[in-house]
């Protein structure tokens, strides 16, 4: 069983700045790529950013410059920092985690979603 429990959403003014974190939990053997995910209302789930095991990263051309995702490998845990916030960076912000558990296998398994809005 593993588990991706996200935290640190919240509101927040246009222009500021706040900090997701998500730790994977369980029978865990290797992370591959954890990253975040975005939805918004009437809108498709759109990738906002990856960190892939080998220290490369990967961001949403709406996003870069303003978000940085980095890893905590001891602690199972990816962050997301995000600045200069923008009204239409609202959405429920979901972890998503690349995992082989020690049963074997590669899956992909997804937290509860954090909500995050940007007031104007």
């Known amino acids: 069983q593993v588990q991706l429990v996200e935290s640190g959403g919240g509101l927040v003014q246009s222009g500021g700045s706040l900090r997701l974190s998500c730790a994977a939990s369980?029978?865990?053997?290797?992370?591959?790529?954890m990253g975040w995910y975005r939805q918004s209302p009437g809108k498709q789930r759109e990738m906002v950013a990856a960190?892939?095991?080998?220290?490369?990263?990967n961001y949403g051309d709406s996003v870069k410059g303003r978000f940085t995702i980095s890893r905590d490998n001891a602690k199972n845990t990816v962050y997301l920092q995000m600045n200069s916030l923008k009204p239409e960076d609202t959405a429920i912000y979901y972890c998503?985690?690349?995992?082989?558990?020690?049963?074997?296998?590669?899956?992909?398994?997804w937290g509860q979603g954090t909500q995050v809005t940007v007031s104007s």
């Open positions: 369980g029978s865990i053997f290797s992370i591959h790529t």
């Open positions: 998503n985690a690349e995992i082989t558990p020690y049963s074997g296998g590669r899956f992909r398994y």
């Open positions: 960190a892939i095991s080998g220290g490369s990263t």
